[in-house]
């Protein structure tokens, strides 16, 4: 629980400065976990004062969000609510749907009293979207 609650909080906070354990006390996790996110997430560079600050491109934002659907996919029995999840992310309904399909996920959409539900199922056999290619060359 403590990388999802990573995941997700590192997700929200944009830039970060400081050391890991800052990032450790800003998200309330163990600095070995938040040492470990700006390693694989972030890119360190010098900040002014002799400090480091850590950035994050767009690439690695996104991986962020994808990790965090994965956590929630093995914490939930390979199902959870995909709404809850683009709402947390600030997502929306269109980038949500691709994200979790790229991780092979079905996204099932129901209407119940007047209220759109979406669940994301992970299912064997996965399914990948198709990848598409332009027009060729002339």
Not at 23 to 44: H, I, S, W, Y
Not at 59 to 87: E, K, M, P, W
Request: positive net charge; aromatic residues 8%; proline residues 4%.
């Amino acid at each position: 629980l403590w990388a999802l609650q990573a995941c997700i909080g590192y997700y929200k906070a944009g830039a970060v400065s400081g050391s890991p354990s800052e990032l450790a006390e800003r998200l309330q996790v163990p600095e070995l976990l938040a040492a470990g996110m700006l390693d694989k997430f972030a890119t360190a560079k010098a900040g002014g004062g002799g400090g480091v600050r850590y950035h994050r491109d767009k690439r690695q934002h996104q991986l962020v969000g994808t990790y965090a659907a994965v956590l929630l996919l093995h914490l939930d029995s390979f199902a959870f609510d995909a709404n809850a999840y683009a709402a947390e992310l600030k997502l929306s309904q269109k980038d949500c749907t691709a994200r979790l399909r790229e991780l092979g996920c079905t996204v099932e959409r129901r209407r119940k009293d007047g209220e759109s539900r979406a669940t994301a199922r992970l299912k064997a056999p996965l399914a990948f979207p198709k990848i598409k290619r332009g027009a060729a060359p002339k």
